[in-house]
């Protein structure tokens, strides 16, 4: 089969002669922060991995010290004071990324080390399978800078359940690999330098199976999660989530990041 790549960007990916995909987030500097180019560039990578032939399993991992560090708040702070449509749109497509990434109808394992904050974990939540470091660090914080986690809760709900939900994107607090995996937001949990061959392992499982019967197994598994949602419901939540960012409270939170300083609702303020 042809093989597809990319080499160079926010996002790189690859594909094997075994038809198995590679996504690499690449903003290294930025702890792979997501931003409009880097959720274009997986979208980018969705589409040409999805025309690539005998498509098997896709893995996703983060060049540098971090897995996904969440949203990059000055881009996040630019979004915030533009149009009303232009949050919608910045709202959608990354919804639109993550959603695709949990519909795929096929395996999608996370190779997750360092930072997972944020949008990083709704991304793990969308895949099948996920394998963190030991080291590992997650949060659910987008409550501390006055947004919501809106469009990745439905991923989030399926991963975690409602009552792990209540907890961590309500508190914000970090939690670690251990408990990421007692949860179930992580399967398996092992010493960063064994993170690519666990990875291998469950694609040497995956490939041992039928993909049509991988591709219905999944769908049917989806057809009644939290996630599998119509277009209005989408709608609803990518609407609420585009609003939040441009509320007063948003842009006092984005501030108090960029200041370093307590956000005028803590009690450290006082």
């Known amino acids: 089969m042809p093989v597809t790549s990319r080499t160079t960007g926010p996002v790189l990916w690859s594909v094997d002669a075994r038809g198995v995909a590679t996504v690499v987030l690449n903003r290294p500097e930025v702890g792979n922060a997501y931003d409009g180019e880097l959720i274009q560039g997986l979208h980018d990578a969705l589409d040409a991995i999805g025309h690539a032939t005998g498509l098997r399993a896709v893995v996703i991992k983060g060049n540098g010290k971090h897995f996904q560090a969440g949203a990059d708040l000055k881009w996040i702070d630019a979004v915030r004071t533009a149009s009303a449509e232009t949050s919608i749109r910045a709202s959608r497509a ?6 695709r990434l949990n519909l795929a109808p096929l395996p999608t394992i996370a190779l997750v080390h360092g930072a997972c904050f944020g949008g990083g974990t709704g991304l793990v939540a969308a895949c099948d399978v996920v394998i963190a470091a030991d080291t590992a660090v997650f949060s659910i914080a987008e409550v501390r800078w006055g947004l919501t986690a809106a469009i ?3 991923q989030l709900n399926d991963a975690i ?9 309500l508190t914000g607090e970090r939690f670690d690999a251990t ?4 949860m179930g937001l992580v399967h398996r949990v092992v010493p960063h330098g064994e993170l690519g061959a666990e990875g291998e392992r469950i694609v040497s499982h995956v490939l041992e199976n039928g993909p049509a019967a991988v591709a219905e197994t999944k769908r049917q598994i989806l057809a009644s999660a939290w996630s599998h949602l119509d277009e209005a419901a989408w709608t609803s939540i990518v609407e609420g989530h585009a609003a939040m960012r441009q509320s007063a409270e948003a842009a006092e939170g984005l501030a108090s990041f960029a200041e370093k300083r307590a956000a005028n609702w803590s009690p450290r303020r006082s």
């Open 94 to 99: 990354t919804a639109d990324a993550v959603q």
């Open 152 to 154: 990745i809760i439905p």
């Open 161 to 169: 359940g409602v009552r792990m939900m209540r907890r961590y994107a």
């Open 179 to 182: 408990e990421a995996c007692r």
